[in-house]
Each structure stands twice: as C-alpha cells, then as structure tokens.
C-alpha cells in the first residue's frame, strides 16, 4: 500500500535543503483554486518520530489539505499550503531564516506563509526581509503580530455555537473544560472562557514557565501533569491546543466529555477516532472549522492590516460552526 495516498492531490511539493545554513524545509501547496496558498510554517525536530523526515513531510501535506478546508470555511480568497522546517526551534539562525526568506520568493507569491508552531513574530519579520509573500510580522514590519490572538477568538466562539447544541444554550457558564496546551492560543482562550463566559478550567502544559504565567493570571486554573488527571476531574468539554494527533482511538474510548474543541491542527490520530467519538455521543467541532482566526488575522495583512476588521470576521466563526452543526444533527452525520 502506497504510505502516501491519503495525501493524493496536492498541486506542488517542494522539499529542499540549504548546505550553507543547515535549513531543511518541505513546502506542501494543495490548491490554489481560491487564491495563492496560504498557511503557517512550523519548526520541529520531530524527535520522537523514527524517521523525523518522513513525518515532516507527512505533517507538511496534511496541514496543507486542512488549510484550503479552514481557508474556504473562513471565506478567505486563498487556498491551502504549509511548510515544515526541520530543526530545533531554540536555536534557528537568522542565516536560516533568510534562507528560507529566499525560497519563499523563488515561488512567485502562489505559498504566502505566516508564523506557526515553533515559529515567533520575530522570525517572521526575518523571513520577511526576503519575501514579501510573509505574514505574521510585527506591527513595526506592516503586520498585525501574533495570529494566536484571533485564533483564541474562533475557538471561543466555536465552542459557544456548540455549547448551543450540547447543552441547549451559547454559554459555558459553570461547564468545566479541559484545556491541553496553555501557550500563545489556549492561554488566550482561558481568558475568554473565565472573564467572559464564567467557564471552569483545568489544564495541562508541559512548559513550567507557561503555567507560571497562567496561574498568576488566573489562580483559579487546575493544572495536572496528564490526560488521566484531567479526565478524572470529569470535565464537560476537551479544548486540545497543541500539536495534532493527540485523539487515539484509545482516547477517544476513555473520554468522558460531551463536546471536543480546540485550535490544534488535526486533532483526531485517525479516521476511526471519529467514528468512536460518534457513536459514543460526543460533538467534535472539526478543529478547520473553529480554529480559522489566525489564518484570518495574518491574511488581514495583505489587504490592510486593520485588526478590528479582522476580529469582526473571525466572530463569524459561531454562525459558520452553527451552519455546519445543524445539518449534521438533522443527517445525523459528523460534523467533519
């Protein structure tokens, strides 16, 4: 069997490597069909992967595809791309990031990319001093910063339009969620669900300098060192916000939360994992669906850098969540 072929149709892969700098990187476009490919670039070791080289390649295709899904859904005139830069995230060097500043503007503006996992709004602003195919800069660069502060906003109101379906009602006043990964964007969310929907939350980072900050802010977060602490505080709602895969099937069987939804890519480890979650009655808000407000943001770069007016179209997110979930509940099909 052919390793690739759920990656079937992307229009163009681009694998490369600069001797002089050290950058690896793989550039996966899907489609163009809406507009230039647009999608973030993440920076990963990929360290517990046998073969960090495959699964770079793996994640830059299946980022991609999802990306012209979340890019559509948005309303976006863009279609989906991502790349991958294979390397350790503490300690990239500008002559990298130039590198690949380069290999950005070799391909003519059809992949437009902005900062992701591993990535910052400074490293943005390097790759940018070579490309002008580069969002997520700093507003001193004629960007709009960091894309996880609208991203945050999706996912809070895609977790509100399906509260509306779980629980009768847009609020989580009182619900206890689980939040997997407090940085850049489930850091943000916390906020939003304690001041404005009255949300409990226990949590889980493996950064202590990251917790530190969250309980600062907001002592009354539980933080647990794993999923099978957090799952026996009997939460109402899983937000994972970190890296993809994280629902197994094994997961998926354990859980006894009534609603999943969260801003990491590619949350479920399988198509299976979907099945299992249907059938034991629990709504997956598809992550492409709700976590589109950095993609949103960092497009807003392009046309204008007006920020409210990209917050304005990111509050969308509940009445598009609310499009795809009432059709799913009368066909009785995933939301996916």
Request: proline content about 5%.
């Amino acid at each position: 069997m052919n390793p690739w072929s759920e990656f079937n149709g992307h229009e163009e892969v681009v694998v490369a490597s600069d001797p002089a700098t050290g950058l690896k990187s793989v550039i996966a476009i899907h489609s163009t069909a809406l507009g230039p490919a647009l999608g973030g670039t993440r920076m990963s070791l990929y360290s517990d992967s046998p073969d960090p080289h495959a699964a770079a390649y793996s994640d830059a295709l299946r980022l991609a595809r999802a990306m012209s899904l979340k890019n559509s859904l948005a309303g976006l005139p863009h279609g989906g791309g991502k790349a991958v830069l294979l390397g350790d995230p503490h300690n990239k060097s500008r002559a990298q990031l130039l590198a690949y500043g380069d290999l950005i503007e070799s391909l003519g503006g059809k992949y437009v990319t902005a900062g992701d996992v591993g990535m910052q709004v400074a490293d943005m602003d390097t790759v940018g001093e070579r490309s002008r195919w580069v969002t997520g800069r700093s507003p001193e660069n004629g960007g709009v910063g960091d894309s996880g502060i609208l991203t945050a906003v999706g996912i809070w109101q895609g977790m509100k339009a399906a509260a509306q379906f779980t629980y009768g009602a847009p609020s989580l006043q009182d619900r206890l969620v689980a939040v997997v990964g407090t940085g850049k964007v489930g850091g943000r969310l916390i906020n939003h669900l304690i001041t404005e929907e009255g949300a409990r939350v226990v949590a889980m980072d493996p950064n202590a300098l990251v917790r530190a900050e969250i309980e600062k802010e907001f002592p009354g977060v539980d933080f647990v060192d794993s999923i099978q602490e957090m799952l026996a505080r009997n939460p109402d709602v899983l937000s994972p916000n970190a890296m993809g895969g994280y629902i197994t099937p094994e997961l998926a069987r354990e859980l006894s939360v009534t609603l999943i939804c969260g801003g990491a890519n590619n949350q479920l480890a399988s198509p299976e994992v979907e099945q299992i979650l249907t059938g034991r009655g629990i709504l997956y808000a598809p992550d492409f669906l709700v976590n589109c407000g950095g993609v949103i943001q960092v497009a807003e770069e392009l046309v204008g850098a007006d920020l409210e007016r990209a917050r304005a179209k990111v509050m969308e997110v509940f009445g598009t969540t609310t499009t795809v979930l009432e059709p799913s509940r009368r066909l009785r099909e995933s939301p996916r």
